[in-house]
């Protein structure tokens, strides 16, 4: 992994969004900010319950247009279908979606920005807890 580039994870955001100043200072210092569209599905699915709606939905379009969001192609599945193997081997199944996200993070090089310890069972990825 180089430098400070970066994939926010759901948490992360939410947290940013939440007015959490030090992870503004270290989003603002980064080299490279990127989101991932699982977590914005994650956002989404999570303004979708929120009494904010419009507010919520605001937000994230806000971030998605300030931010590089990385979609899903077919090096992501061959990231995704070695990681879940991984995974698998060591009894150590996480999140679906985290799955994805990790498999973003190894295509690309990114470190993953995330609160998630299940994240640690995946040797071939970066993390940082902001």
Do not use: C
Not at 18 to 35: D, L, M, Y
Not at 53 to 60: A, F, P
Not at 80 to 109: C, F, H, S, V
């Amino acid at each position: 992994m180089i430098g400070n580039k970066y994939l926010l994870d759901t948490n992360i955001i939410i947290a940013w969004l939440q007015g959490e100043a030090a992870i503004a200072n270290k989003i603002e210092k980064a080299e490279e900010v990127h989101i991932p569209i699982i977590v914005v599905g994650e956002l989404y699915y999570g303004a979708t319950f929120s009494t904010h709606l419009q507010k919520n939905i605001k937000e994230i379009k806000k971030v998605t247009s300030n931010y590089n969001v990385l979609l899903i192609d077919e090096g992501t599945a061959i990231n995704y279908g070695n990681i879940k193997t991984e995974l698998r081997k060591i009894g150590k199944p996480i999140p679906e979606n985290d799955i994805w996200i990790a498999a973003i993070a190894r295509q690309y090089e990114l470190t993953v920005v995330t609160r998630d310890n299940h994240f640690k069972t995946i040797d071939s990825i970066s993390l940082q807890n902001w």
